[in-house]
T-cell receptor
Framework: TQLLEQSPQFLSIQEGENLTVYCNSS?????LQWYRQEPGEGPVLLVT?????EVKKLKRLTFQFGDARKDSSLHITAAQPGDTGLYLC?????????????FGKGTRLSVIA | DSGVTQTPKHLITATGQRVTLRCSPR?????VYWYQQSLDQGLQFLIQ???????AKGNILERFSAQQFPDLHSELNLSSLELGDSALYFC?????????????FGPGTRLLVL
């Protein structure tokens, strides 16, 4: 079973600060997804990256897929309290779409006003 | 609101009991996925159905079973419950049943086994 390690596990920062969270594996993934989960709700897909080295931006969030497709990062600029939540990465082993996603355990982010 | 509904929202039961969790997918979605989320294991895929048929199986215990009905709603049955089954159970749905397409998650059912 492929594993996705996310770091840090917990992060508490002040509003306006920048942060980066990481998702690492020793295995290659055909694509990687990032989700945000707020308390009492299910995960919501933020982005899917499929090409090694790919960078995608979603407002203040920047997602990068490693060149070797083994790792990914999420950078948040000028964090706001609304960014608070559990950030999950999930990898797909094959491009066929028939292999279940493997999820990391998440980074729990708290942005303090 | 993802469009996926799950009932009940909370469930408290005793060890050895059986419970049924219900999920209604988004309108138009043919595939339903069940996940278990616990603090130590994270989000784990249990089972997937597509248009009434089982398509993929993950870390689902033999005590657990699921089905998808002709109206596409799904039920997850958990029996002989143990303390360790306490977790959040999520249902997700997607259009074509491909894991890499967008999965829309419901709000979850929080199960507490005492």
């Amino acid at each position: 079973t492929q594993l996705l390690e996310q770091s840090p596990q917990f992060l508490s920062i002040q509003e306006g600060e920048n942060l980066t969270v990481y998702c690492n594996s020793s295995s290659v993934f055909s694509s990687l997804q990032w989700y945000r989960q707020e308390p009492g709700e299910g995960p919501v897909l933020l982005v899917t990256v499929v090409t090694g080295g790919e960078v995608k931006k979603l407002k203040r969030l920047t997602f990068q897929f490693g060149d070797a497709r083994k790792d990914s990062s999420l950078h948040i600029t000028a964090a706001q309290p609304g960014d608070t939540g559990l950030y999950l990465c999930a990898g797909a082993e094959t491009i066929s779409g028939n292999t279940p996603l493997v999820f990391g355990k998440g980074t729990r982010l708290s942005v303090i006003a | 609101d993802s469009g996926v509904t799950q009932t009940p929202k909370h469930l408290i039961t005793a060890t050895g009991q059986r419970v049924t969790l219900r999920c209604s997918p988004r309108s138009g979605d043919l595939s339903v996925y069940w996940y278990q989320q616990s603090l130590d294991q994270g989000l784990q895929f249990l089972i997937q159905y597509y248009n009434g048929e089982e398509r993929a199986k993950g870390n689902i215990l033999e005590r657990f079973s699921a089905q998808q009905f002709p109206d596409l709603h799904s039920e997850l049955n958990l029996s002989s419950l143990e303390l360790g089954d306490s977790a959040l159970y999520f249902c997700a749905s997607s259009v074509a049943g491909q894991f890499q397409e967008t999965q829309y998650f419901g709000p979850g059912t929080r199960l507490l086994v005492l």
